[in-house]
């Protein structure tokens, strides 16, 4: 895309209600925990990204002087600058999600690895002492 484009501000748009649109379906997969679609939907949308990125096309949205412009550029360039907001609160909502979803999966982990909570809590005998630690006592079965 050509800088100087006429249409420059509708290819945005164009890019970044496609952005939106696959960071809604990235939510959906990541909570069904369909990983396989989730993979599917990077390579999109990297190439979006990447498309934004170059030439610097959303600077020099965000750079134009407002006095300079048309009434229907602002509107277009206001338009822009929500859907740029909206794609980063979906991008930091999926974020937050994977990280939820990691914790949980390194606290399964970690309960694993470590066996019953009690195994770290001094306990007592009935004379007063301390009982002998439990470790490396294999898990019982049910």
């Known amino acids: 895309m050509a800088k100087d484009a006429p249409d420059q501000p509708k290819q945005i748009s164009i890019q970044l209600e496609t952005l939106e649109k696959i960071l809604e379906q990235e939510f959906s997969a990541l909570k069904q925990q369909d990983m ?12 979006i990204m990447e498309v934004l990125g170059t030439d610097g096309l959303i600077e020099s949205i965000n750079a134009s002087d407002t006095s300079e ?5 602002q509107e277009e360039v206001s338009s822009i600058k929500i859907l740029i907001d909206r794609c980063h609160e979906l991008h930091r909502r ?3 999600l994977i990280n939820r979803k990691l914790e949980a999966v390194k606290g399964a ?3 694993l690895r470590e066996g019953s909570a009690t195994d770290d809590v ?3 005998t009935k004379a007063g002492g301390l009982a002998k630690p439990k470790y490396n006592t294999p898990i019982k079965k049910t």
């Open 69 to 73: 412009i048309s009434q229907s550029h």
């Open 94 to 96: 999926n974020e937050i």
């Open 36 to 47: 396989d679609s989730f993979d599917r939907l990077q390579p999109r949308k990297i190439a």
């Open 109 to 111: 982990l970690a309960s």
């Open 122 to 124: 001094e306990v007592y």
